[in-house]
């Protein structure tokens, strides 16, 4: 378990996501955010490490 600190306006916006029904909760919403951020990232990493593979292979060539 992790306790974060957010800004009034985050707290604000989750309450009305879950209001609307999008989210079962507030940990919920946050769950989902951080796993579409970690899936974002990952991306990047692989596409900088392919990137990087082929800068390396080019230059063998």
Known sequence: MVTVKLPEVYVEVLDELIKLGR???RS???REALREFFRRELKLRLNR???HEEVKRVKIA
């Open 28 to 30: 919920e919403a946050i």
């Open 49 to 51: 490490r392919d990137l």
């Open 23 to 25: 989210y079962g909760s």
